[in-house]
């Protein structure tokens, strides 16, 4: 079973399913090396391609679904994010490969693209449970899964070798579908905030 392509939007972003057309505004995102200081595939420069045909291949075959993240006040592609880990029998699946420019940190996008991403699970596709996991020495990420409403349920420790030989401990979070009326409730009062020119 698979999740059938959708675009998704709000005032801020347009969550496109993936296509090719998207490889090249990406490849200029996605230039900080930065970006990819706590990734399990590095993305950057020579490796781009190989996750953009994974990604492109995953998007076209299921079960994952990526979506280029469109700035709406710019139309430019600003980064990606994907449901992968999908089991829809148990109605349960992971927002992940997320990355997004620098500029757009800690502004509208995250929560934007959590927002409607976790909507279209829950209310679209009756999800009961919605999992992230970070690298837990991320500690910007961890800062932003915790402001989402996310619960922390733990760390697999040694779960990923990194590719510098690193052993990297994920912690995992969740969202349920009993506490999703909170969660958007909290979401939508932190974009309320914002103008809609996303970064």
């Not at 496109?16 to 490849?27: A, C, D, S, T, V």
């Not at 190989?50 to 600003?78: C, E, H």
């Not at 109605?91 to 620098?102: A, H, N, S, V």
């Not at 590719?163 to 969660?183: C, H, I, M, T």
Request: aromatic share 10%.
């Amino acid at each position: 079973m698979r999740v059938e392509p959708v675009t998704l939007e709000n005032i801020f972003v347009r969550l496109e399913p993936l296509e090719e057309r998207h490889r090249e505004p990406l490849r200029a995102a996605g230039e900080d090396p930065e970006l990819w200081r706590f990734a399990v595939i590095n993305q950057h420069g020579a490796n781009f391609d190989a996750w953009m045909d994974d990604r492109l291949n995953a998007t076209r075959q299921g079960p994952d679904l990526t979506f280029a993240v469109i700035d709406k006040a710019t139309s430019a592609a600003v980064g990606s994010s994907s449901y992968l880990g999908v089991v829809l029998a148990h109605r349960r699946l992971e927002i992940g490969w997320t990355w997004y420019q620098r500029r757009c940190w800690a502004g509208a996008v995250n929560p934007s693209c959590k927002r409607l991403l976790m909507g279209h699970g829950f209310e679209a596709l009756g999800l009961n449970r919605i999992e992230l996991k970070l690298d837990a020495t991320n500690t910007r990420s961890w800062n932003a899964v915790e402001r989402l409403g996310a619960k922390y349920e733990g760390t697999f420790r040694h779960h990923m070798a990194m590719p510098d030989g690193r052993l990297r401990d994920s912690a995992y979070f969740s969202v349920l579908r009993s506490e999703w009326p909170a969660v958007k409730a909290g979401l939508d009062a932190r974009l309320a905030a914002f103008k809609p020119s996303l970064c």
